[in-house]
């Protein structure tokens, strides 16, 4: 195995997707969500990552308790150096609707899965919000 591939695995931390997954089930109140969540499984966050992207991660930072942001969302995972969400993200918003994917600069751009309060369920690509 190369040494990349090697960084990489000691790199992934799945219980990312996982906690969040607990997270939905025990705390989210609509059970259509939670219906949704039970069939399709944790996010994986890494299942579309670049193994050459590194560039940005020393200016992140894991943020692992969930904080309410100004929009009343609920958001744990990384930030920059601004506090707003940036790397791999988990948001619940007040409407129960969910995100779990890629954040630029605080918007939700990039690989992710976002599920609405409607039961709609989006998995690709996500362009600056």
């Given at each position: 195995m190369n040494e990349k591939m090697k960084g990489l695995i000691k790199q992934?931390?799945?219980?990312?997707?996982?906690?969040?997954?607990?997270?939905?089930?025990?705390?989210?109140?609509?059970?259509?969500?939670?219906?949704?969540?039970?069939?399709?499984?944790?996010?994986?966050?890494?299942?579309?990552?670049?193994?050459?992207?590194?560039e940005q991660e020393s200016e992140r930072r894991l943020q692992k308790e969930f904080t309410q942001r100004k929009s009343g969302a609920q958001f744990r995972g990384q930030v920059n150096n601004s506090d707003k969400p940036d790397g791999n993200g988990f948001k619940v918003f007040p409407n129960n609707s969910v995100y779990e994917g890629n954040f630029e600069d605080g918007m939700v751009h990039g690989q992710g899965r976002g599920i609405t309060s409607r039961g709609e369920v989006y998995e690709g690509n996500f362009d600056c919000d």
């Open positions: 992934i931390d799945h219980g990312f997707g996982i906690r969040n997954y607990d997270y939905i089930i025990s705390h989210v109140r609509d059970a259509r969500i939670k219906e949704i969540y039970k069939s399709m499984g944790p996010y994986d966050h890494f299942a579309h990552k670049d193994l050459d992207d590194n």
